[in-house]
């Protein structure tokens, strides 16, 4: 019977007899295990750091934007639709009847013919009637289209949708900033009303920014409020929070170079940080009436400076001031030289305007001026370079908390607080729960909410389920749920992968491992056939035998083990030494309105993954030896002396 100690001794004197064979094979597996324990090291210390990171912002909170896209009714897709045809047709009738009986009461002029032709075409050849892609915008196409949608939509029913979930609240005030249809609200690039910018005053598209302003749930945009900022409601400006690169812009910091380094980058983001509160800017409401009543204002601008010197020319009877750039002012007369007879007749259209529903109103503007109390993420990266794709940015993709794309968010709160003068209805509804966008030409509208579950795995369920909620399913529409302000609810998902992708790739590694060491093993134990049978001749047991060569495949396998492990967390190491700093640095732009002391680290040794991994090198190594030992241990220990001689 051999001892443990001697089969550790023989075992090891086959090592050191072949040291190039065992070099080559300890550094061919080592190299492949050694993959996969860097890339398990990295993730585990990338997991460490997002869990460090997401104490901070939303990340602790599972919250869905969950939608739906409405189509009820697509009347370009209809512009042959016989049924529809007819409708139009009726509408076009029942609009000519009351303009025609308006006309005459209010004794103004109206010719069906010329104001309000028939949008109805007929096909040359077929003789079938149909609607010309011109004459869609007609009123009485419009009309029909819209007794269409009223009749064929269906609100979502999102407590329907939402009703296997017990921990799902939605979330109050919610809604985007929008103009009536026909009406505008603009941002005023520069401080200057886009309609008003003059052509030595266009904006290089590449520093433009296109923001709009959208009221979101209080709880949701407190972390995102710079509790440092001082903001006075009674100056009538409306509290956002902008994204840190428009912040950036508008505070006329240049903006940094791509090779700046880490230092200047996090100086940039405390400077920005540290300066919301000086952050002002501008936008402009005007009616469907300020509006043309601006278009006719500008067009006698024009007609002034192109033919004012003309004698011939002979001025309009109302005159407009010229409308300041930067106030988004009314319209004001400077004079009117209108006869008792033409006021009459324009009070006489008015009122027929009014009685037909085309009555545009009156001219109504707002200047709207915002100041910021707080900084938010930009989407997808936000540290001064967009265009790159570095380390930073994919951090940033990891974490942060965010609120939106080029969206600037108005706390609920604050907004209360300014005076209802500055805050007109007609903008800012702070009883809404969801963002709606008006139905398109198209019939086309979103409704979208914003959902939270005290529960993560009910959250995950409802994203799931609303990839089978196509048409049909709570109404027509598409509906959608998906992560809002984190990825929290998405790393459980990467984790998962993670196992997976570290599950195959043991699989793939382990199996062309098993192949060299099979072929290592089985040679070595074929050149020690005559050492085997000398063993058998004195009275060592088959077991003594296998004990030998399984001992000298777990010698080598925990060479292989440790050569592995050396290295993986050398690798580690060196990934960690060269991105940690781009990493924090991304890390700290992706919670821009938080000022964290914490890092960004890619190595992290607590995990189980590791000592699984060094676990399964020694079990491939001794599968791969079970074959070579099995035939070793059968063969007649006489036969080979003999074979040998």
């Known amino acids: 019977m051999i001892r443990l100690s001697d089969a550790v001794v023989l075992a090891h004197t086959k090592l050191q007899t072949h040291r190039v064979r065992t070099a080559i094979t300890i550094t061919i597996a080592g190299i492949l295990f050694s993959v996969i324990l860097a890339g398990v090291i990295v993730a585990q210390g990338v997991f460490t750091s997002i869990a460090t990171f997401s104490k901070e912002g939303l990340n602790e909170r599972s919250i869905l934007a969950v939608g739906r896209m409405s189509n009820p009714f697509n009347m370009y897709q209809n512009l042959e639709n016989q049924d529809f045809i007819k409708e139009v047709e009726a509408q076009h009738a029942r609009i000519v009847a009351q303009k025609t009986a308006a006309a ?379 992560p809002f302000g984190s990825s929290a609810l998405l790393m459980d998902e990467a984790k998962a992968w993670f196992a997976k992708i570290v599950f195959w790739a043991l699989l793939i590694v382990g199996g062309i491992a098993a192949i060299i060491l099979g072929s290592v093993i089985g040679r070595t134990v074929a050149e020690g056939r005559r050492e085997s049978a000398v063993f058998r001749a004195i009275g060592a047991r088959r077991s003594d035998i296998g004990a030998i060569y399984a001992t000298y495949t777990i010698l080598l396998s925990a060479r292989i083990a440790l050569f592995a492990l050396l290295l993986g967390v050398t690798v580690a190491l060196v990934i960690e030494l060269m991105f940690t700093g781009e990493a924090t640095l991304g890390a700290r732009f992706a919670y821009a309105s938080i000022d964290t002391p914490s890092e960004f680290h890619f190595f992290g040794l607590a995990t189980w993954y590791i000592p699984m991994i060094l676990g399964a090198i020694i079990v491939v190594g001794l599968v791969s030896a079970i074959l070579p030992i099995i035939r070793s241990t059968r063969r007649n220990p006489i036969k080979d002396m003999r074979d040998d001689t």
Not at 287 to 309: F, I, M, T, V
């Open 104 to 482: 005459k009461k209010y004794n103004v002029a109206y010719s069906a013919a010329t104001e309000d032709p028939s949008p109805i075409s007929i096909d040359d050849e077929t003789g079938r009637k149909y609607i010309d892609s011109r004459d869609a915008s007609s009123l009485a196409v419009t009309a029909a289209a819209k007794e269409r949608i009223e009749k064929s939509y269906k609100p979502f029913d999102l407590e329907g949708y939402l009703a296997p979930y017990s921990s799902a609240r939605v979330l109050e005030n919610n809604s985007r900033i929008q103009a009536p249809y026909g009406d505008t609200f603009e941002y005023m690039q520069d401080g200057i009303e886009e309609a008003l910018r003059g052509e030595d005053e266009q904006v290089n598209p590449a520093e433009a920014i296109h923001p709009s302003l959208a009221i979101v749930n209080q709880s949701v945009v407190e972390p995102f409020i710079n509790t440092s900022v001082s903001f006075d409601p009674s100056k009538g400006e409306i509290p956002v929070i902008i994204p840190f690169s428009h912040a950036e812009k508008l505070l006329g910091l240049k903006k940094l170079s791509g090779d700046a380094d880490t230092q200047t980058r996090y100086d940039r983001l405390n400077e920005v940080r540290n300066r919301i509160g000086e952050v002002t800017a501008s936008f402009c409401y005007r009616s469907a009436a300020s509006q043309y009543l601006l278009g006719e204002a500008q067009q006698q601008q024009r007609d002034l400076e192109k033919n004012g010197k003309k004698k011939e020319y002979v001025a309009p009877s109302v005159q407009y001031k010229p409308v300041s750039k930067t106030d988004c002012a009314a319209v004001e007369v400077e004079k009117d030289t209108r006869s008792t007879f033409e006021k009459e007749l324009a009070e006489r259209y008015t009122a027929y305007q009014k009685e037909i529903g085309t009555y545009i109103g009156d001219p109504v503007q707002y200047k709207i001026t915002i100041r910021a109390v707080g900084v938010s993420k930009d989407m997808p990266m936000g540290d001064g370079n967009p265009s790159a794709i570095d380390v930073s940015s994919l951090v940033q993709s990891l974490l942060g908390s965010w609120l939106g794309y080029d969206q600037w968010i108005i706390p609920p709160a604050l907004l209360r607080e300014v005076p209802e003068e500055y805050r007109p209805s007609i903008l800012f509804n702070l009883d809404e729960k969801q963002n709606r966008t008006p139905f398109s030409g198209s019939g086309i509208a979103m409704e979208e909410y914003l959902v939270e579950f005290d529960d993560p795995a009910e959250a995950r369920a409802a994203m799931k389920q609303s990839e089978n909620a196509g048409a049909g399913s709570f109404g027509r529409g598409e509906i959608s749920a998906y």
